[in-house]
């Protein structure tokens, strides 16, 4: 499974992004898609997650201001980013955990928020 990610870059505090995900795997052959982030010197979490029925799971920190979904070939999950705050810069990953619980990575992505 190759993951590629994009739509990151600099913006300004409580300005959106929108991160893309394109996947060469259907998600409707997945356990799970998500985006995780990783801020320098910190682990990497998750921020928001999506099964193949469509369910969506998000972190704390993002509830009410990110939304995932997918397209309806599904083969990309977005990542719908609003009212950023400096606390998100990261670099966003991609990932793809197939039904036998392996788990899949893209490049990532960096997202700064900054004025």
């Known amino acids: 499974v190759q993951l590629v990610e994009s739509g990151g870059g600099l913006v300004q505090p409580g300005g959106s992004l929108r991160l893309s995900c394109a996947a060469t795997e259907n998600i409707f052959n997945s356990k799970t898609m998500g985006w995780y982030r990783q801020a320098p010197g910190k682990q990497r979490d998750l921020v928001a997650g999506i099964t193949s029925g469509g369910s969506t799971n998000y972190a704390d920190s993002v509830k009410g201001r990110f939304t995932i979904s997918r397209n309806n070939a599904g083969n990309t999950v977005y990542l719908q980013m609003n009212s950023l705050k400096p606390e998100d810069t990261a670099i966003y990953y991609c990932?793809?955990?197939?039904?036998?619980?392996?788990?899949?990575w893209g490049k990532g992505t960096l997202v700064t928020v900054s004025s």
């Open positions: 990932n793809f955990r197939n039904l036998g619980g392996m788990d899949y």
